[in-house]
């Protein structure tokens, strides 16, 4: 199988003459498609899997890692990320970070956390970050049994361990901001002892941040000189969602809520979310502005049952992923694959992509630069 392949930097070679005045070529970003990790549906026996839509093709491809490699991704794979020439695809059930070309998805190592850290510290990874020759990961770790979470970092050459960072309850979510890797401790949801913690790079200093508006901290994401981290908040006994949304973290550390919302992404100047708590009757689609902080909405068309909202940093389009409906209960099917809809920066559907990831959760976009 191929993918649209990324164009890599050439070599210009220029005469000595003065008169020379062969143009210059100019690097230009660009985005190819979108890779999106699905969990799978343990009770219906599915595998975590990878689906890709092509922008050229115009097409989605289901199983695409399972197609390049010959086998499963394994059992609850959550969170995808992409690091130079690497995809990076973490399983959480199977304590494996799978590293695969990114052209290709060929494998190129299959990496053990539990190996790399320890049968305890290394249980359950959550999330990953390429950064200055490091890929930075979360693990569960030792906070499944009241201890601390942990974050380590390898180098993306031999994948040996480097550093590793004791963070807080159930670490959920990594983002690099001015030197400083924030991490979201979500503490499972029991909203007893959650908390951001802030690694500080260059020290190694790991500092907990605390606030009343910390309480169930999931996905996270840098834009400027803050973070800005989606919170899911509290629960009632009948699973009634109240309290979500994404809270602005400044570097130091004071905390403040700024939009409604159970799913975000970003397209680096503003945060779009789709605000659907579970039990609520409604579910809107709010825009924060970054620089103005005002906050607008938009209604996508042809969504069912949204589970992830995703941004392409490049073209600027907005992806909504859906549930189906069950034919059956009229229900959204979680055990059945998930549809992709493409909207461009005013909101307006470009395409409907069928068949992609079963139990979605995780995207990352096909970027990189080429020369013109």
Not at 2 to 17: D, E, G, P, R, Y
Not at 120 to 137: C, I, N, T
Request: aromatic share 10%; proline share 4%.
């Amino acid at each position: 199988m191929s993918f649209a392949v990324l164009a890599m930097a050439m070599s210009l070679l220029t005469a000595c003459s003065d008169d020379d005045d062969t143009p210059s070529l100019k690097p230009v970003n660009v985005s190819n498609g979108m890779f999106l990790v699905g969990s799978g549906n343990k009770r219906a026996g599915i595998d975590g899997n990878v689906s890709y839509i092509d922008y050229a093709q115009k097409t989605s491809v289901a199983n695409v890692f399972q197609k390049a490699n010959g086998k499963s991704v394994g059992k609850t794979a959550n969170y995808i990320t992409t690091y130079g020439s690497k995809l990076y695809i973490v399983v959480d059930a199977e304590a494996t970070i799978w590293v695969c070309d990114k052209q290709t998805l060929k494998i190129e190592k299959q990496l053990s956390t539990t190996q790399l850290l320890g049968d305890a510290d290394g249980v359950s990874p959550r999330a990953a970050l390429g950064h200055d020759g490091k890929l930075y990961f979360a693990c569960y770790g030792a906070s499944t049994t009241g201890g601390n979470g942990i974050v380590a970092a390898i180098d993306t050459v031999n994948f040996a361990k480097q550093q590793t960072y004791a963070v807080g309850s159930y670490p959920n979510g990594l983002a690099l901001c001015n030197g400083y890797l924030f991490v979201t401790n979500s503490d499972y949801g029991n909203n007893v002892k959650p908390s951001l913690s802030k690694i500080d790079l260059t020290s190694g200093a790991v500092t907990e941040i605390k606030d009343a508006a910390i309480t169930n901290p999931m996905e996270i994401l840098a834009v400027g000189n803050a973070v800005y981290y989606l919170d899911y908040g509290t629960y009632d006994a009948n699973w009634n969602q109240t309290g979500a949304g994404v809270r602005k973290v400044t570097l130091d550390g004071q905390v403040t809520k700024v939009v409604d919302g159970t799913a975000m992404c970003s397209d680096g100047k503003k945060i779009y979310t789709v605000n659907a708590p579970y039990g609520a009757a409604t579910i809107n689609y709010p825009i924060y502005d970054i620089a103005t902080g005002q906050t607008t909405s938009w209604e996508p068309a042809d969504i069912f049952s949204p589970a992830v909202i995703a941004a392409d940093p490049v073209n600027g389009n907005i992806f909504v992923v859906s549930y189906q409906q069950n034919p059956d209960t009229g229900y959204a099917a979680y055990n059945m694959p998930s549809y992709t809809n493409q909207y461009d920066a005013q909101g307006n559907l470009v395409k409907k992509y069928e068949n992609t990831a079963t139990g979605p959760i995780s995207v990352v976009f096909n970027t990189g630069v080429k020369y013109e």
